[in-house]
Nanobody, 117 residues
Framework: QVQLVESGGGLVQPGGSLRLSCVVS????????LGWYRQAPGKQRELVAL???????DYAESVKGRFTISRDKAKNTVHLQMNSPKSEDTATYYC???????????WGQGTQVTVSS
């Protein structure tokens, strides 16, 4: 059974730093694309960052140079390091595992990130 469990959300000041973590249980960690999405109130869910099984990464333009996605293969965990967050980064962040076209899509329950002074 696949489960994605996020942690690390909370309140952070603009210009600070925060790290989100997602533990991926099951056998998909090494074969699925792993990513972080976010959804702010009244807005659509959007991709923030993803990492492929061969450790290629991709980022939304709005977070390039500030956020870093990484995989800890020993702990089956994917991290999102958020540096210099801005108020517009405030959202619920969701961990995602995507195995398409042959596999499935899984989501975590979400973790709230609020950037405010």
């Amino acid at each position: 059974q696949v489960q994605l469990v996020e942690s690390g959300g909370g309140l952070v000041q603009p210009g600070g730093s925060l790290r989100l973590s997602c533990v991926v249980s099951g056998s998909i960690f090494s074969t699925y694309n792993l990513g972080w999405y976010r959804q702010a109130p009244g807005k659509q869910r959007e991709l923030v960052a993803l990492v492929t099984p061969i450790d290629r990464t991709d980022y939304a333009e709005s977070v390039k140079g500030r956020f870093t996605i990484s995989r800890d293969k020993a702990k089956n965990t994917v991290h999102l390091q958020m540096n210099s967050p801005k108020s517009e980064d405030t959202a619920t962040y969701y961990c995602n595992a995507d195995g398409r076209p042959l596999g499935f899509v899984y989501w975590g329950q979400g973790t709230q990130v609020t950037v405010s002074s």
